[in-house]
């Protein structure tokens, strides 16, 4: 008998999690269509010319306590990429009165590390982490702001910047019940952060493209997917720009594009309406060598500053309000800041922006509302991405999951049949 075919549409970290995971036993021929020349989605490598540098566009860490994105690792064979980024601790500056601190992650449960004021950022005290216990019973409409101070060394120092980082938009936006839910499954029972020594793609993106071609399952690039066919209440047909693929009627897909273009191709799919902008600003200058791979930025333009080889990269989250302005300015407010934390000289050295103004979904309430599951009216038809009702705001560990929820919804799905 003719196995079913899966075609797994996106070849994002959601899609191939989604496609290792589909591929790892016999059920089904797994075929990946991905619109663009390369694997990778919102976190596909780029070569800026102008410096010579290869960056990772996404600039992603991996928190040891995510069990999805590290057993996709795992799976793929390439839990040797990636390292403890930041040993002795999360380096922080305030730019406002030059303090400077360190966060250290540590295997411990957080509440009980923070019980040692040493361990606190300066002028925190233990009773304003108190909203962290609180938030695991929050109401789906409630504000992180509703729980966390909003103002004050609390605010600038650990609640906005971990707003930022976790929920992609400001506190007082921020949908309390997903801030929960990343403490719970990030920092509170204790976890190390992870960071790929030669990069996402090499740490993950080309090791998860190889394991599918040894376990049978096809690529295609450059395949931009224009339409799905509906007929005797399944998809029956996927149109492509240059093509049609008609579907047998024990075939599947795994929808893994970006809401926006799921929604568009999806008939009555309801999904989040409102994104996040981020700006990473990559500079073709290296970090001094007793620098932090990492460091967060209260008060200042840019929210986080990476130091890799012969880079920096300068992070800016929450971006709506400058991502439309020129590049040049962007980078020259930027290396302001990165020169001010590490005392290199203010002529700003080569320099690429990467502007994305859906970087992720804005995790407010009402957008969270959207959020759909990953099974659709289509019995044949399924979803996955970082958008998906995973429990989690969009990071890599809610990509990885949606995948492996996707597939399993389709192994049921065909057992079934």
Not at 268 to 278: D, K, M, S, T, W
Request: net charge positive; charged share 20%.
């Amino acid at each position: 008998m003719n196995r079913p075919t899966v075609h797994v549409v996106g070849a994002g970290v959601s899609g191939l999690s989604a496609a290792v995971s589909l591929a790892a036993t016999a059920e089904a021929q797994i075929v990946v269509h991905e619109s663009a020349a390369i694997a990778g989605g919102r976190r596909r490598p780029l070569f800026d010319e102008a410096t010579q540098t290869v960056f990772d566009s996404g600039a992603d860490f991996v928190l040891s306590s995510w069990t999805s994105v590290l057993s996709l690792i795992e799976a793929i064979g390439a839990r040797g990429q990636w390292r403890e980024a930041a040993p002795d601790g999360i380096a922080f500056a305030d730019l406002a009165t030059g303090e400077r601190w360190r966060l250290r992650l540590g295997r411990g449960r957080l509440a009980w590390r923070l019980l040692d004021r040493r361990r606190r950022p300066p002028g925190v005290a233990l009773s304003d982490f108190w909203p962290a216990a609180r938030l695991a019973r929050a109401p789906a409409t409630a504000r992180l702001a509703d729980y966390a101070p909003r103002f004050g060394a609390a605010a600038d120092r650990v609640w906005r910047p971990f707003a930022l980082a976790a929920l992609n938009v400001d506190l007082d936006r921020a949908s309390a019940r997903l801030a929960g839910a990343a403490l719970s499954a990030s920092l509170w029972g204790g976890a190390t952060l992870l960071s790929p020594s030669r990069g996402l793609a090499r740490g993950l993106v080309e090791p998860a493209l190889k394991t599918l071609a040894r376990r049978g399952a096809a690529t295609r690039f450059e395949r931009k997917l224009t339409g799905l066919a509906c007929a005797d209440g399944r998809v029956a047909a996927l149109d492509f720009v240059h093509d049609r693929i008609d579907l047998a009627p024990g075939d599947a897909v795994v929808l893994a594009t970006p809401p926006q273009e799921a929604a568009a191709l999806a008939p009555g799919l309801v999904a989040p309406q409102e994104f996040a902008a981020a700006v990473h600003v990559h500079f073709a200058a290296p970090a001094a060598s007793d620098a932090p791979p990492i460091m967060g930025v209260a008060n200042g333009a840019i929210h986080w500053l990476l130091g890799a080889g012969d880079s920096m990269t300068a992070v800016i989250r929450d971006a709506g309000v400058l991502i439309d302005r020129p590049r040049h300015e962007i980078a020259a407010a930027a290396w302001r800041d990165v020169a001010a934390l590490t005392g290199q000289r203010d002529a700003v050295p080569g320099w690429r922006v990467v502007r994305r103004k859906r970087a992720a979904f804005a995790a407010t309430p009402e957008q969270d509302a959207l959020r759909p599951g990953c099974q659709t009216s289509w019995p044949n038809l399924f979803l996955a991405g970082g958008y998906v009702q995973t429990g989690l705001p969009d990071c890599l560990e809610a990509s990885a999951r949606s995948g492996a929820m996707a597939a399993e919804r389709v192994r049921a799905w065909l057992a079934s049949r």
